[in-house]
């Protein structure tokens, strides 16, 4: 669970978010939807730590996974916009390896018995 209580964020003397709250619960999967400007991505960078809020609290129980992928264009231009996408989810191509590794070794076990 994931919790936003209160949360101001001020860039000199812009007010980007003013008392924001909300939260998720274990298992849900949003998306923030605004106009431009609304402070969509100012409140994930709070999330992922990137920028520090004015004030008010994050509450986060257990060990939440938060990614998303950044608006601006720092892409690789030698990788194809699926390759840019899987490499922002790093932790996927982990598991994706992992799971090759056990399936060889679940045909190396079939064929040896």
């Given at each position: ?35 431009n ?71 190396e ?5």
């Open positions: 669970m994931i919790r936003l209580e209160g949360i101001s964020k001020i860039y000199s003397t812009d007010i980007v978010l003013k008392e924001v709250n909300w939260d998720i619960k274990r298992g849900e999967k949003i998306g923030l939807v605004g106009s400007g609304s402070g969509k991505t100012t409140q994930l960078k709070i999330l992922t730590g990137d920028v520090e809020q004015t004030s008010g609290e994050i509450i986060r129980e257990g060990n939440p996974k938060i990614a998303y992928l950044k608006q601006e264009f720092d892409l690789n231009q030698n990788c194809t916009l699926r390759e840019e996408l899987e490499n922002t989810f790093t932790e996927v191509h982990l598991i994706k390896s992992k799971l090759k590794e056990i399936e060889i070794k679940m045909k076990y079939k064929f040896t018995r």
